[in-house]
């Protein structure tokens, strides 16, 4: 008899930056967003092959916005089917042939915004990871209300980042992670760039691996060897040892990380300068000056 307690949602959340990306095209890398997709793309089959019952979603986070590249709706899903080459699985297709037809419209939406409407200088160059792990946490809990009576749904989330991180985005990224462990949801972290200190507080919160790989052309390797078991089938591995965890907060006036700061007894917000009212609660602290000498009496 199948155990029911299998079902598994991966939902992979992939860094489309074009600003980042395109700096890496400028710079000859070897590594390209068409050789992420393709890495991306067989993580997915292999998550899905594992058994019938696993779910897959994917988001691109972009600059401006965060969008589902899979599942798409299913007025769109009508619109254009693919038939699948021979001899290849038809969820495999239907995969393969929406990443790449979504990642294609976001890179021709950003063409005609370069072309139209902005320079190259004014685009903004953070990607909202925030924004898409409050996406991935609102379609776990629609497929858990969706779930048959007896049967429970585990999910996970893969980041796979390359741009640097956004401290403005502090609050409500970490405002979702703590959504995430209370979810039980274990939040996993391929950092293709320089450190994220953001997301390796997220994988420490709730359990999940943060790596930045050593070697960019090996993505798919490690995709496969550390991101694809599930967390009960991970304890039985040997995996990178856990990263060193930067646990700076951000503060509340500038979004810069800072490691001595002010903080609001009322509602805990973090300020790198003293004020004497909170921007946030807006609480007058009163300021407790130097007690003053009182003055000897003479004796008579």
Same mark, same amino acid.
Not at 2 to 16: A, F, P, Y
Not at 26 to 55: E, G, I, Y
């Given at each position: 008899?199948?155990?029911?307690?299998?079902?598994?949602?991966?939902?992979?959340?992939?860094?489309?930056?074009?600003?980042?990306?395109?700096?890496?095209?400028?710079?000859?890398?070897?590594?390209?967003?068409?050789?992420?997709?393709?890495?991306?793309?067989?993580?997915?089959?292999?998550?899905?092959?594992?058994?019938?019952?696993?779910?897959?979603?994917?988001?691109?986070?972009?600059?401006?916005?965060?969008?589902?590249?899979?599942?798409?709706?299913?007025?769109?899903?009508?619109?254009?089917?693919?038939?699948?080459?021979?001899?290849?699985?038809?969820?495999?297709?239907?995969?393969?042939?929406?990443?790449?037809?979504?990642?294609?419209?976001?890179?021709?939406?950003?063409?005609?915004?370069?072309?139209?409407?902005?320079?190259?200088?004014?685009?903004?160059?953070?990607?909202?990871?925030?924004?898409?792990?409050?996406?991935?946490?609102?379609?776990?809990?629609?497929?858990?209300?969706?779930?048959?009576? !007896?049967?429970?749904?585990?999910?996970?989330?893969?980041?796979?980042?390359?741009?640097?991180?956004?401290?403005?985005?502090?609050?409500?990224?970490?405002?979702?992670?703590?959504?995430?462990?209370?979810? *039980?949801?274990?939040?996993?972290?391929?950092?293709?760039?320089?450190?994220?200190?953001?997301?390796?507080?997220?994988?420490?919160?709730? *359990? !999940?691996?943060?790596?930045?790989?050593?070697?960019? /052309?090996? /993505?798919?390797?490690?995709?496969?060897?550390?991101?694809?078991?599930?967390?009960?089938?991970?304890?039985?591995?040997?995996?990178?040892?856990?990263?060193?965890?930067?646990?700076?907060?951000?503060?509340?006036?500038?979004?810069?990380?800072?490691?001595?700061?002010?903080?609001?007894?009322?509602? /805990?917000?973090?300020?790198?300068?003293?004020?004497?009212?909170?921007?946030?609660?807006?609480?007058?602290?009163?300021?407790?000056?130097?007690?003053?000498?009182?003055?000897?009496?003479?004796? /008579?």
């Amino acid at each position: 008899m199948e155990d029911k307690q299998n079902n598994s949602l991966l939902i992979i959340i992939l860094d489309t930056n074009p600003v980042w990306w395109g700096r890496k095209q400028l710079a000859n890398d070897q590594l390209t967003l068409s050789h992420c997709v393709d890495c991306v793309t067989v993580l997915a089959d292999s998550h899905l092959m594992l058994t019938h019952k696993n779910k897959l979603a994917v988001i691109a986070a972009h600059t401006d916005h965060s969008v589902f590249l899979y599942p798409r709706p299913q007025s769109e899903k009508s619109m254009a089917v693919k038939l699948p080459d021979d001899g290849q699985y038809e969820v495999f297709s239907q995969v393969e042939g929406q990443l790449r037809s979504q990642i294609q419209r976001l890179i021709a939406a950003d063409k005609v915004k370069i072309d139209d409407m902005y320079e190259v200088a004014e685009q903004p160059s953070d990607s909202l990871v925030a924004g898409a792990i409050s996406m991935a946490l609102c379609y776990t809990h629609r497929l858990e209300k969706e779930c048959p009576i !007896g049967e429970t749904l585990s999910t996970r989330i893969l980041i796979i980042k390359g741009s640097n991180d956004c401290p403005s985005q502090y609050m409500n990224f970490m405002n979702a992670v703590f959504t995430a462990q209370k979810l *039980n949801i274990v939040i996993d972290a391929c950092v293709l760039d320089s450190d994220s200190g953001l997301l390796q507080q997220a994988c420490d919160i709730t *359990n !999940g691996i943060y790596l930045k790989i050593p070697q960019p /052309l090996g /993505l798919l390797q490690y995709l496969t060897w550390v991101f694809l078991p599930d967390p009960n089938t991970r304890s039985k591995m040997a995996l990178p040892p856990r990263a060193q965890v930067d646990y700076r907060a951000a503060c509340f006036c500038h979004r810069h990380l800072i490691d001595i700061g002010y903080v609001c007894s009322v509602c /805990l917000s973090i300020y790198c300068t003293f004020s004497p009212i909170c921007s946030t609660c807006q609480t007058t602290f009163k300021i407790v000056g130097p007690q003053k000498l009182m003055k000897k009496k003479k004796k /008579l």
